[in-house]
């Protein structure tokens, strides 16, 4: 059972919104760091944003995306999700979601679980 999965992904028109799913299963995430990372084709993975499942005022958020994009959880939905607004073509990546013990960390390697990732294209 893949304990993360995600969703909403999708082609969307500069300047538009998307708003990312990431559904955590099979283990209980209460005390983990969630985080989004994206990758384009020929870039390294970046980190987007994190959240603490134990405390969801603990957020942060990398520089290419404060202001723009809201990470937030709903524990009855064991979900987490990915605000995006007023996205530009340099945000088209395969979003991931990955969840680690802990802290926060942004090397995607450090984490534990991770989801298959969703797409997301934005066009021009």
């Known amino acids: 059972q893949v304990p993360l999965v995600e969703s909403g992904g999708g082609v969307v028109q500069t300047g538009g919104s998307l708003r990312l799913s990431c559904a955590a299963s099979?283990?209980?995430?209460?005390?983990?760091?969630m985080a989004w990372f994206r990758q384009a084709p020929g870039r390294n993975r970046e980190f987007v944003a994190s959240?603490?499942?134990?405390?969801?005022?603990?957020?942060y958020y990398g520089d290419s995306v404060k202001g723009r994009i809201t990470i937030s959880k709903d524990d009855a939905k064991a979900t987490v999700y990915l605000q995006m607004n007023s996205l530009n073509p340099e945000d088209t990546a395969t979003y991931y979601c990955?969840?680690?013990?802990?802290?926060?960390?942004?090397?995607?390697?450090?984490?534990?679980?991770y989801g298959p990732g969703t797409q997301v294209t934005v066009a021009s």
């Open positions: 959240i603490r499942w134990a405390d969801p005022s603990n957020e």
């Open positions: 990955a969840a680690k013990w802990g802290s926060r960390s942004l090397n995607y390697g450090s984490y534990e679980y």
């Open positions: 099979g283990t209980t995430f209460y005390g983990y760091t």
